[in-house]
């Protein structure tokens, strides 16, 4: 028979090592917690020190404004705190920590030392340490300049049971430098530094403008995270979102580049997670993942941080705007990113090596088709000896243009006005000439466009012009910069999705009533969401009613959809909008089909194609949305500028 316990307080150690449970897994939650500490003091520099990963040794110091002597003993108790004093201001917190548990749950599992000034004479300072079984603290003096050191040592070395999880030196550390990289990111008017065995690995200054910014997020995650992210800084209605969010192209087979900051807390939401997975589901390779580094701001008090132990998650109070406006400013920037759109580098632009425009048409407009047939040199580019090369100049790129348009001898005018829409010759328009859709829906070709831009005679349109046609597969384009290779099947099934796309979303979708209604058993939550987000499912062309108290009648579906697995589509926007207010599911399965079609209607490879269709590919790209990807993910085009050319042939070494 189990023997009957009274109920009784815990010893405060016992406590203490409860709650370090669900804050200090390993060194890196130390370094985590103590940091936020750190900032909350108002520090303008942060050092991080560690030995053996961590697992020797943490020493966090800063100059924030530090704990004074009458305060030091409740600076290691727990639910002891000096930033939150009442309901009111736990519900608008401001501040990174708030539970008072972080400094008393440390201490119990590792041998914790707490030096602080708050004055600027550095000879004065007071240190505390908490020893014995009850953990009183101990005060005594001790010269420290203004701001607080907390040294960390053994950690885990009275709970054996959690050492044997700790991982290898390596390992540790890895968590370490993670956890630094957040916080690094999350304030960049603070400046840092982290050593490890006495090496320094990283010295941040402070700085809070653009180039201070992009310098950080380059020496943390890298140059190439900047030289394929496109920066965004959107507004409305009590939010704000700014930051990078990585090119399609630019994923990843890990999701080790993604950090999203709430009011400067960086936190792991499933909320903001799936609006930033729905942003990128359309131009995405399967089983990557994006990178951003993005920063939400809102009101403090529409968000609650008093979620979870380690403050990771966070509840918003309207979640649905949150999740809508996450959605819509990613996927709009996503879209606007078109095909050559990216201004070129400033080293570039003030000269890098081009190729010049002079002689273009000479000896070739008798025969466009040798173009096709046979490898082409990049025309006007003189040897002037190594490294030596004129600028771009609008004189020279008019030149080009006009010695591109000698190739079409009487044919300018066409090039620069709109094409038939049948049956003309633009590559653009193939696959919907080609192709009817037999799921209900027409593809009409799109507005005809011009081959080339009339805007500016002085510019180079940014996919430049086709000179070739290599393999049946792929177009090759000189621009200003150097030379393209567009994947002509992948571009332009891009062209065909996207126009398909706003065909048949532009309004409402057809719809069509089932003959059968089909009949679905669901829970009594299922029904909830069902009733309350009616209009939902009817601007989605669905016409869901509620039959029973666990029955739920579908009576209609797009016309798309009329052959799709109905239960599970339905179960699963249900689950989406009672989780996240929106679904795309239907969509979803709808650019499923339309993707498909775009696939099979697309120039196929070894089709060949006249330089006035290529052209025309070219100039559909730069105006299509997302069409950087084909509806798979994979890239349509890449570049190769002449400085990298250079490089490759050894020229100027």
């Not at 020893?131 to 001790?142: D, I, K, L, N, T």
């Not at 400046?191 to 320094?200: A, E, I, Y």
């Not at 709109?418 to 080609?434: I, N, S």
């Amino acid at each position: 028979m189990t023997e009957q316990r009274r109920i009784r307080v815990l010893d405060p150690r016992l406590a203490n090592q409860i709650a370090a449970g669900e804050v200090v897994e390993r060194p890196a939650s130390v370094v985590k917690e103590l940091v936020e500490n750190a900032i909350d003091a108002g520090s303008r520099r942060i050092e991080v020190e560690l030995e053996n990963g961590g697992t020797r040794s943490i020493r966090v110091r800063d100059d924030g404004s530090g704990i004074g002597e009458e305060d030091l003993p409740l600076s290691l108790s727990r639910h002891a705190t000096s930033k939150i004093a009442s309901l009111d201001e736990l519900e608008g917190v401001a501040s990174l920590g708030f539970r008072g548990e972080a400094l008393a749950s440390i201490s119990s599992v590792s041998r914790l030392e707490l030096i602080s000034n708050i004055d600027d004479d550095p000879r004065s300072g007071w240190r505390v340490v908490a020893e014995g079984r009850q953990m009183e603290p101990r005060v005594s003096p001790a010269p420290h300049p203004r701001g607080t050191s907390v040294t960390v040592r053994d950690l885990f070395f009275n709970t054996p049971a959690r050492r044997k999880f700790l991982r290898t030196e390596k390992t540790e550390f890895g968590h370490v430098e993670e956890a630094f990289r957040r916080q690094a990111l999350s304030r960049f008017d603070i400046g840092w530094v982290l050593r490890h065995n006495q090496k320094t690995l990283h010295q941040l200054r402070p700085g809070d403008d653009m180039i201070a910014r992009e310098r950080r997020i380059a020496a943390l995650l890298g140059r190439a995270f900047l030289d394929n992210a496109l920066h965004l800084d959107l507004e409305t209605g009590g939010l704000r979102l700014w930051g990078w969010v990585g090119l399609p192209t630019h994923s990843r087979a890990q999701a080790d580049q993604q950090y999203f900051f709430v009011n400067g807390r960086v936190v792991r939401d499933r909320l903001v997670a799936h609006a930033i997975r729905q942003a990128y589901r359309d131009v995405l390779f399967h089983g990557r993942h994006p990178v951003f580094v993005l920063y939400l701001e809102v009101d403090p008090l529409v968000v609650d941080v008093n979620v979870h132990p380690t403050k990771h998650e966070v509840r918003f109070r309207d979640g649905r705007l949150v999740h809508d406006f996450l959605f819509s400013s990613l996927h709009r920037a996503l879209g606007e990113a078109r095909a050559g759109g990216r201004e070129m580098p400033e080293d570039e632009a003030r000269g890098e090596p081009v190729a010049a425009p002079a002689g273009v048409g000479e000896g070739v407009a008798e025969n466009p088709g040798r173009w096709q047939q046979q490898p082409m040199a990049l025309h006007g580019r003189e040897d002037v000896g190594e490294g030596g090369r004129d600028s771009v100049t609008p004189d020279r790129v008019r030149a080009f243009m006009d010695g591109y348009r000698a190739l079409h001898p009487g044919h300018e005018e066409q090039l620069l006005t709109p094409q038939p829409t049948a049956p003309g010759g633009t590559a653009a328009g193939l696959a919907l000439r080609e192709r009817r859709i037999s799921t209900g829906v027409e593809a009409q070709s799109a507005s005809p466009r011009p081959a080339l831009p009339e805007e500016d005679a002085t510019r180079a349109p940014p996919l430049g012009y086709a000179i070739a046609q290599l393999h049946g597969i792929y177009i090759l384009s000189q621009t200003e910069r150097g030379l393209i290779v567009v994947d002509m099947h992948a571009a332009h099934e891009r062209i065909v999705y996207e126009r398909m796309k706003s065909q048949v979303h532009g309004g409402e979708l057809e719809a069509q009533p089932l003959l059968v209604p089909v009949s679905l058993a669901a829970s009594a939550a299922e029904v909830a969401t069902a009733e309350a987000e009616r209009e939902a499912f009817v601007r989605l062309g669905v016409e869901l009613d509620v039959a029973g108290p666990e029955t739920l009648l579908v009576r209609q579906l797009p016309v798309l959809l009329a052959e799709a697995d109905v239960e599970p589509l339905i179960r699963e926007m249900l689950e989406d909008l009672e989780r996240y207010g929106r679904s795309d599911r239907l969509e979803a399965h709808i650019n499923e089909l339309l993707a498909s079609m775009a696939c099979h209607g697309s120039v196929r490879a070894n089709r060949r194609l006249t330089l006035e269709e290529m052209n025309a590919l070219l100039r559909d790209m730069e105006r299509t949305e997302r069409s950087g990807q084909c509806n798979h993910g994979r890239p349509t085009w890449t570049e190769m500028t002449m400085k990298e050319l250079d490089r490759l042939f050894l020229r100027g070494q």
